[in-house]
């Protein structure tokens, strides 16, 4: 299992976190998401057997919320 938490900029309200939430959660591999809107950050777990972190960036990038990483 591999863990990461990465500021996403975007996050401006509850529906931004739960539109996060649902989307990557459902990305196999994925086994916990956790979106903070005050802080404007997305905690995510998942198995690094089934996916990998540029897949997990990709998909936020698609959905509108791409993390702002380095």
């Known amino acids: 299992m591999a863990t990461k938490t990465v500021s996403v900029p975007g996050i401006s309200c509850g529906h931004c976190v ?5 989307e990557l959660a459902d990305l196999e591999g ?8 005050a802080a404007k950050t ?3 777990t998942w198995s ?3 996916v990998a972190w540029p897949s997990i960036a990709a998909l936020l990038d698609e959905i509108g919320y ?3 990483e380095g």
């Not at 739960?18 to 649902?22: H, K, L, N, Y």
């Open 30 to 37: 994925v086994t916990a998401v956790k979106a903070e809107e």
């Open 42 to 44: 997305v905690t995510v």
């Open 66 to 68: 791409p993390p702002a």
């Open 48 to 50: 690094e057997a089934g």
């Open 18 to 22: 739960a539109t996060i939430e649902r």
